[in-house]
C-alpha cells in the first residue's frame, strides 16, 4: 500500500472510531481525494512578550480586488470558497494546537507545495491564510518562499519589498524588518524579497533552520504559512519539510498524475502530517471554480 494509500486507510479507521466528527461534507472530500491517488493517469502566538514586533511600513490589501480575483476577503465572498477553505483549515489547525500538535514537531508551520508548477500553491496559499485570518483568533503569518518565482506581491497587489531573501542573506539581521503587517489585523506577511543568484540554495541554508526554529518558538499561537516552490525538480522543497510540522500538498484536477504526487510526497519529510488537496482550476472566471477535496495522514503510518 503507498504512503497516501496508507493515510487515507487510517484516516477512514480514525473516522469509524469516531475520533473525528463525520460530516457529509469530509466524505464527498474524501472520495474526491481517493479517487486521484488511485487513478494512475489521470491525464493529465504572539510574541513572548505579547507585542507584535513588525516592520513599520503596512501593506493595505484592496479587499474588493481580492474579492473580485477570487480570493476571500469578507462574509461577502463566494459562500463555497469560505466552505471548502473551513473544512481544510479545521484539519490544520488541529494538527496545529490539537492532540496531534504533541507529536509533530513544529506543528504550526505549514508548507504549502505541489508536484509541478503551476498547480494552485500561491492561490491556496493566500485563501487559507486570509481564511484563518478572517475568521480565527489567531494570527497568520504567510511568507512568499517560492523565492524564485515570487508571486505574492503580484497576487495581492502591493509593491515587491524586502523579504525573505535579504534575511537569509543576513542583509536585514531582525525577523521583525521583514515581517510586515496588513489591514487585516491577524494577517501578517513576509515577502520573497530580491532575487538573488543563489536563491533556491538560500532556501536549504542554516540561516532558514534558525529562521523556522525562531519563527516556531517566538510564535507557537501562530499559523505559519510557507508559499513554497514545486516539490519535483527542486532539491531545497524536501529540504524545507525538514523544518515544518505540516505539509499541504495541491493537486490539480485532472491534471496532476497520481505517479507524481506519490513520488512528490515520497520525498518529503517522514515525520509531518500531510495534507492533500485538490484544486480544479478555471482560470478565466475564478468565482465559480469547482471545489476542493482534502485527505490528511502522516506518512508510514
Ligand atoms: N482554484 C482556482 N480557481 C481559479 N484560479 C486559480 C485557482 N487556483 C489557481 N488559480 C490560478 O491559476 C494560476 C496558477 O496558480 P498559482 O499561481 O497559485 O500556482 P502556483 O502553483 O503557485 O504556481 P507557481 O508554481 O508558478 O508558483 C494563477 O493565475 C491562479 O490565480
Ligand atoms: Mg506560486
Given at each position: 500500500m503507498s504512503t497516501i494509500e496508507k493515510a487515507l486507510a487510517k484516516q477512514k479507521l480514525a473516522q469509524q472510531e469516531k475520533i473525528t466528527n463525520i460530516t457529509e461534507h469530509e466524505v464527498e472530500n474524501e472520495a474526491i481525494v481517493s479517487k486521484t491517488t488511485s487513478t494512475s493517469v489521470p491525464e493529465t502566538s504572539e510574541p513572548v512578550n505579547n507585542k507584535e514586533s513588525c516592520n513599520k511600513d503596512k501593506i493595505i490589501l484592496n479587499g474588493d480586488r481580492l474579492n473580485e480575483r477570487g480570493f476571500i476577503y469578507s462574509p461577502d465572498s463566494a459562500h463555497h470558497i469560505q466552505e471548502e477553505f473551513r473544512h481544510i483549515k479545521r484539519k490544520l489547525l488541529n494538527n496545529a494546537f490539537g492532540l496531534a500538535s504533541k507529536t509533530l514537531h513544529n506543528s504550526n508551520l505549514i508548507m504549502v507545495t505541489s508536484s509541478h508548477p503551476n498547480e494552485g500553491k500561491t492561490y491556496i496559499a493566500i485563501n487559507l491564510a486570509l481564511s484563518i485570518a478572517l475568521e480565527q483568533d489567531k494570527t497568520v503569518l504567510l511568507i512568499d518562499a517560492d523565492v524564485l518565482r515570487p508571486s505574492l506581491h503580484r497576487e495581492l497587489e502591493f509593491d515587491s519589498k524586502k523579504g525573505l531573501l535579504e534575511y537569509l542573506l543576513a542583509?536585514?539581521?531582525?525577523l521583525s524588518d521583514i515581517i510586515y503587517s496588513t489591514n487585516i489585523e491577524n494577517l501578517k506577511l513576509i515577502p520573497a524579497g530580491k532575487p538573488h543568484h543563489l536563491t533556491n540554495e538560500l532556501l536549504a541554508s542554516e540561516r532558514m533552520e534558525s529562521l523556522a526554529k525562531e519563527l516556531a518558538e517566538r510564535y507557537p499561537d501562530r499559523i505559519v504559512i510557507f508559499d513554497c516552490p514545486p516539490i519535483l525538480g527542486v532539491t531545497e522543497t524536501p529540504v524545507l519539510s525538514d523544518l515544518v510540522g505540516q505539509a499541504l500538498i495541491v493537486v490539480e484536477e485532472s491534471k496532476t498524475k497520481t505517479d507524481d504526487v506519490k513520488t512528490a510526497v515520497s520525498q518529503l519529510n517522514n515525520d509531518i502530517a500531510i495534507g492533500l488537496v485538490m484544486n480544479k482550476t478555471i482560470r478565466s472566471k475564478k468565482d465559480i471554480y469547482g471545489y476542493y477535496g482534502y485527505g490528511y495522514g502522516r506518512k508510514n503510518q
Open positions: 542583509e536585514v539581521t531582525s
